[in-house]
Nanobody, 115 residues
Framework: QVQLVESGGDLVQAGGSLRLSCAAS????????MGWYRQAPGKQRELVAT???????NYADSVKGRFTISRDNAKNTVYLQMNSLKPEDTAVYYC?????????WGQGTQVTVSS
């Protein structure tokens, strides 16, 4: 059983920055891809950013140029650096790890951006 533990969520003012971390209980380069998703109240969960085992990244249009996904294989950890935060970035952020046939999820971390 794979465990993903997110941390780093907080209350921050608009224009501020946060870095989210996702620590995995398994070596992360064994996953096809890892990523961050978010879910705001009353909305569906949406993709924020992904990074493949080969290092390719993908971002939602709403966060391009502001967010950066990265990983540290030695620490089995994936990060999401979030800059120039906006109130509309407020959501619970979830870490995801994708195997060939299964997707793992963390418990989520709350990010709140005040205007």
């Amino acid at each position: 059983q794979v465990q993903l533990v997110e941390s780093g969520g907080d209350l921050v003012q608009a224009g501020g920055s946060l870095r989210l971390s996702c620590a995995a209980s398994r070596i992360i380069f064994s996953f096809n891809a890892m990523g961050w998703y978010r879910q705001a109240p009353g909305k569906q969960r949406e993709l924020v950013a992904t990074i493949t085992s080969g290092g390719s990244t993908n971002y939602a249009d709403s966060v391009k140029g502001r967010f950066t996904i990265s990983r540290d294989n030695a620490k089995n950890t994936v990060y999401l650096q979030m800059n120039s935060l906006k109130p509309e970035d407020t959501a619970v952020y979830y870490c995801n790890a994708q195997d060939v046939s299964y997707a793992y999820w963390g418990q989520g971390t709350q990010v709140t951006v005040s205007s």
